[in-house]
C-alpha cells in the first residue's frame, strides 16, 4: 500500500501571501488529521476531517483552514501568513480516529519570509 | 497549557544499553498513549502504544510503563541500537475514536556505538 504522501515537500512564502498544502491518505483511511510542528512547541494538532467533516479543531486562528474531499484526500490552507507560520506542516491518516494508528506522511516544510 | 510534557530534550546511551524515554501528562481523561520515532525529514512513525487499562505493553526491544497514578509513562528500549537514534514523541487521547492527539515536545535519543 502507498503510504500517506504530501505535496509540496518544500515551500517559500512572503507574509501576507496564502498558501495551500495537499495531503493524500493511505487507501482506504477515511480520517486525516493536521499537525504544526516547530522547535519550540512540537507537534500541534490542527484539525482533523473524516468524511468530508471537520470532527476536531485545534488552538490555532481562523486563518487556518482545510477540507477533505469525497476520496479523502485533504488540503489546509493558510492566508495572510505570518512569519510564525514557518513550520514542518503533517499530515496524517487512519482508518477511523485517533486511537488508530495514525500514519504520518513526511510533511511539507514552509518557510515564510 | 503543556498537557502531555517529554522534560529531557535530549539523551545519550551507549549501544546495548537500556534508553529510558519519559513522558507525563496532567490531563486525567487521557486513557491512551502512544510513542511515535521521527527521523529527520521524514513523517513521526508508530512505535506502541498503551491503553489505561494496562500498566505495560512490551513488542520485542520496546516497553512501555504507564502509571496512572502517577501521570506517568516511560518507553524503554533494550538493547538500545545505533538505528534507533531519533526523535521520540509521547502523545495521549482519550477513548472514542474521535478525539485528537496531544503530543509532547519530544526527546532526541543518541545511541552511540
Known amino acids: 500500500k502507498a503510504g500517506v504522501t504530501q505535496t509540496p515537500r518544500y515551500l517559500i512564502k512572503t507574509r501576507g501571501q496564502q498558501v495551500t498544502l495537499s495531503c493524500s491518505p493511505i487507501?482506504?483511511?477515511?480520517?486525516v488529521s493536521w499537525y504544526q510542528q516547530t522547535p519550540g512547541q512540537g507537534l500541534q494538532f490542527l484539525f482533523e476531517?473524516?468524511?468530508?467533516?471537520?470532527?476536531n479543531k485545534g488552538n490555532f486562528p481562523g486563518r487556518f483552514s482545510g477540507r477533505q474531499f469525497s476520496n479523502s484526500r485533504s488540503e489546509m490552507n493558510v492566508s495572510t501568513l505570518e512569519l510564525g507560520d514557518s513550520a514542518l506542516y503533517l499530515c496524517?491518516?487512519?482508518?477511523?480516529?485517533?486511537?488508530?494508528?495514525?500514519?504520518f506522511g513526511p510533511g511539507t516544510r514552509l518557510t515564510v519570509l | 497549557d503543556q498537557q502531555v510534557k517529554q522534560n529531557s530534550p535530549s539523551l545519550s546511551v551507549q549501544e546495548g544499553r537500556i534508553s529510558i524515554l519519559n513522558c507525563d501528562y496532567t490531563?486525567?481523561?487521557?486513557?491512551?498513549f502512544l510513542w511515535y520515532k521521527k527521523y529527520p525529514a521524514e513523517g513521526p512513525t508508530f512505535l506502541i502504544s498503551?491503553?489505561?487499562?494496562?500498566d505495560k505493553n512490551e513488542d520485542g526491544r520496546f516497553t512501555v510503563f504507564l502509571n496512572k497514578s502517577a501521570k506517568h509513562l516511560s518507553l524503554h528500549i533494550v538493547p538500545s541500537q545505533p538505528g534507533d537514534s531519533a526523535v521520540y514523541f509521547c502523545?495521549?487521547?482519550?477513548?472514542?475514536?474521535?478525539?485528537?492527539?496531544?503530543f509532547g515536545k519530544g526527546t532526541k535519543l543518541t545511541v552511540n556505538p
Open positions: 496524517a491518516s487512519s482508518l477511523e480516529g485517533a486511537t488508530d494508528t495514525q500514519y
Open positions: 487507501s482506504g483511511h477515511r480520517s
Open positions: 476531517y473524516f468524511s468530508e467533516t471537520q470532527r
Open positions: 490531563n486525567s481523561m487521557f486513557d491512551y
Open positions: 498503551i491503553s489505561s487499562i494496562k
Open positions: 502523545a495521549a487521547s482519550t477513548q472514542g475514536g474521535s478525539e485528537k492527539l496531544v
